[in-house]
């Protein structure tokens, strides 16, 4: 006797995980903190998140111009995106005026997506401050992880 999956025609099981997929998508009605790195909306100050605004494009400047900088792109309903948020309002706090600390939704600004190349949420990217990219990781990052990344592109 086959099993129930074995007996689903294969376009219904993909039809079935996009939907799963999409559902989990528009359940993003967790709300961050205010003042937090997720507030990185287009509203937010540059001085909230470390952040700078280009207004001829509306968006993000990553990396910030002369600066060491850590974009993590993420989605606030994403659970290691979740688990992230207070690891990078601490961050925050400590690399002020030292380092950039970027949050970029990538369910409210899926323009920027592209422009990052990300292939799984929570992504993180490192920049020197040359701007050029460094480091990139997938997934959940430990504080201490991306301390020390931080701490020697400060150093170079």
Not at 19 to 28: E, I, K, Q, V
Not at 104 to 112: C, L, S, Y
Not at 136 to 145: A, N, T, V
């Amino acid at each position: 006797m086959k099993t129930l999956a074995a007996r689903l025609p294969v376009s219904l099981v993909l039809a079935l995980m996009l939907t799963g997929t999409l559902f989990l998508a528009s359940c993003d009605s967790a709300e961050a903190p205010k003042g937090s790195v997720f507030e990185t909306e287009l509203a937010a100050s540059s001085q909230q998140t470390g952040a700078t605004e280009t207004a001829q494009k509306n968006d993000i400047q990553v990396p910030v111009p002369g600066m060491v900088t850590m974009v993590d792109l993420g989605a606030k309903s994403c659970i290691p995106c979740k688990m992230m948020t207070p690891i990078l309002e601490e961050l925050e706090k400590e690399y002020k005026d030292r380092a950039a600390i970027v949050f970029i939704d990538v369910w409210k600004r899926p323009d920027q997506t592209p422009l990052f190349g990300i292939r799984a949420i929570p992504t993180q990217i490192f920049y020197d401050k040359n701007g050029k990219e460094v480091r990139r990781h997938e997934g959940f990052m430990d504080k201490q992880s991306i301390s020390a990344i931080l701490e020697k592109l400060l150093k170079d």
